[in-house]
């Protein structure tokens, strides 16, 4: 599945392609050289394409990073290429039903090139969902909706101290003007000062 041709030494790309977890591989640039099945299922599965921006192929990964976390990825991409080892991290993927937690692997690979892949850890339906949302309910003075980029929550209202609840209608279809940031906690605990 290349775009042009960039090894994934030491992997081989019909292993790749079979394998349960879902991968991509990165060139130098960062950009998406390869995705296998399991990537394409996932995209499937969860309503969208593979091969439609922002996680298709010859795009540069970090471009669909929102930028209060790319510099968190950058850190792990960067140390992905100089470690003799697999540069490892857990994350939340939710959908509007189902709470998801995936494992990431970052492999180095020959020429600065890394293989991508995100294994299912766990999976289970949410508990305590949210009543649907009410629009104004969600909105800042500017007509914003600020959902967290990590763990998906959606602050009520403009305030910073106002509460953030799981809004299964914001995840399963995002509203026009949805601004990404960080939660409180998902900002004190995954990026500490």
Do not use: K
């Not at 499937?44 to 930028?67: C, F, H, I, K």
């Not at 766990?122 to 914003?144: M, Q, V």
Request: hydrophobic content about 40%; some cysteine; glycine content about 6%.
């Amino acid at each position: 599945m290349p775009i042009y041709p960039v090894p994934l030494r030491p992997f081989d790309v019909a292993a790749v392609e079979d394998d349960p977890a879902t991968i991509c591989g990165l060139d130098a640039s960062l950009r998406i050289t390869h995705v296998n099945r399991a990537w394409r299922q996932f995209a499937r599965d969860n309503g969208g394409e593979w091969d439609v921006a922002p996680w298709t192929l010859g795009v540069e990964v970090m471009s669909a990073v929102p930028l209060i976390l790319r510099p968190f990825y950058e850190g792990l991409f960067e140390r992905a290429r100089t470690s003799d080892a697999p540069v490892e991290h857990s994350y939340e993927c939710s959908s509007a039903t189902v709470m998801r937690h995936f494992r990431m692997r970052i492999f180095p690979c020959v020429g600065g090139v890394l293989l991508v892949a995100h294994s299912l850890l766990n999976a289970a339906p949410h508990e305590g969902i949210a009543s649907p949302a009410i629009a104004a309910l969600y909105r800042d003075a500017r007509g914003f909706v600020h959902q967290c980029a990590h763990c998906r929550r959606v602050r009520r209202g403009a305030s910073d101290t106002r509460p953030w609840d799981w809004v299964p209608d914001y995840v399963a279809r995002p509203v026009p003007n949805t601004s990404h940031g960080l939660c409180p906690l998902c900002e004190q605990f995954y990026f500490p000062s």
